[in-house]
Every structure is written in structure tokens, then in C-alpha cells.
């Protein structure tokens, strides 16, 4: 039975048998018995590659971090992620670069807990919900992922010139929006501007051709 370790857009711990393309960490969020019971411990939270210098560990370890799993980088970034700074270096690198050009307002320092603090204020709400603000989404950059008005539970993301319907197991269809429409971004704000800026984040290869 899978472990309820994978993550929505939206930031909904779900289980599902299909395997993602990245991991991700917030810290140890599991009970011995491999029960989520919190949604995060570290604020931050960042993207790994599932594999790293042959390095092996079992899912879920007593006293250790809780492994999350994501689509794609995509997914990842809508849900509050960052490239982590070992294993995803060249990303983390870039990432932190067009982050600090994209947002001069929000630079308070060179370090990335200022990244990581700006982030969480970005993703969870006071009462420890998703964060998330409106646009036309004509506005937004490639890489973007929203919900649309009147279709719940449903999110999409924004790839070349159109609109791809997401599920936790590929990209399924695409649709053709009108660009005046108001979406509700589920990127936090400062991770859009940085995809203005320039970072392209990586879909799952059921997304091509964009």
C-alpha cells in the first residue's frame, strides 16, 4: 500500500502508486508507524533528485526526515519547494540568482534562509493554510500552476500557449483558456516572478509538446 507521502499542487499530502519525478523535505513529519502527522518542521523546504551518489535509505526511517514526492519540478514549485543546494546545485544556483533579481523588494540578505523565510510566508497562511492570489492569466509565465474558477479540486499549469490539466499521475489534456480570465495562482508570488525572470522549471514528459 502506498504511503500518503506525495504531494498536490495545492499542497495535499495524497497516496498514490504512481512514482514521481523528484523528492522533496520539510523535515520529519512521520510518527514511527510512517503516519504524516504534521506538515512540516523545517521552514525550508526544499527539491531533491530521487537518486544522489548511490545513496540508499529506507522510506519513512524512525528519527529522520520524511521523503515527499513530487511529479515534477513544477508541482514542486507550486507547492512551496526550492531546488535543493547539493543535489540539484546548478538549479539551487540559478534559482536563488533570478529570485534575488526577480524580487529586489523582498531581498533582505544574500543568504537563502531569507529566500526560505519569504517562502513560507508565501505558501502557508497564519491558520496553516495554502496561500494563494488571484491573476489574469494572461500575466503569468510559463511554468505557473492554478486553479481555474468554478472547476474544484482541479489544478492546471500554464505551458507554451496553452492550458495543461494536471492529475498526481501526468498531465492529461489540454485545454484553450482566455487569457482575461482570473485564475487562482498556486505558485506562491515570488517564484512566479522568478520564472518572469527567467528560471524555467521542469515538467513531467507527459506535458510535451508544450
Not at 41 to 55: D, G, H, M, P, Y
Not at 119 to 125: A, M, P, Q
Not at 127 to 140: D, I, P, Q, S, T
Not at 196 to 210: D, N, T
Request: proline content about 7%; glycine content about 6%.
Amino acid at each position: 500500500m502506498p504511503h500518503q507521502n506525495r504531494v498536490t499542487p495545492n499542497g495535499e499530502f495524497i497516496a498514490t502508486s504512481s512514482r514521481g519525478t523528484l523528492m522533496g523535505n520539510r523535515g520529519r513529519l512521520h510518527t514511527p508507524e510512517r503516519k504524516i502527522v504534521r506538515s512540516w518542521q523545517l521552514k525550508a523546504w526544499i527539491t531533491c533528485l530521487l537518486e544522489f551518489k548511490e545513496r540508499h535509505r529506507p522510506i519513512m526511517p524512525p528519527n529522520s526526515w520524511t521523503e515527499l514526492f513530487f511529479l515534477d519540478e513544477v508541482t514542486a514549485f507550486a507547492a512551496g519547494h526550492r531546488p535543493c543546494g547539493e543535489c540539484c546545485r546548478q538549479d539551487f544556483r540559478k534559482f536563488k540568482e533570478l529570485w534575488m533579481a526577480a524580487n529586489p523588494n523582498l531581498v533582505t540578505g544574500q543568504s537563502i534562509k531569507n529566500i526560505d523565510e519569504v517562502l513560507h510566508n508565501e505558501r502557508v497562511s497564519k491558520n496553516k493554510a495554502k496561500v494563494f492570489y488571484h491573476e489574469l492569466l494572461r500575466n503569468l509565465p510559463i511554468g505557473t500552476m492554478f486553479m481555474l474558477p468554478k472547476i474544484a479540486n482541479q489544478y492546471f499549469a500554464l505551458g507554451k500557449n496553452r492550458v495543461i490539466k494536471g492529475s498526481p499521475q501526468r498531465y492529461e489534456s489540454y485545454l484553450s483558456v482566455p487569457g482575461e480570465i482570473s485564475v487562482r495562482v498556486l505558485t506562491p508570488r515570488s517564484v512566479v516572478m522568478t520564472f518572469a525572470q527567467g528560471y524555467e522549471p521542469k515538467f513531467h514528459e507527459s506535458s510535451f509538446p508544450l
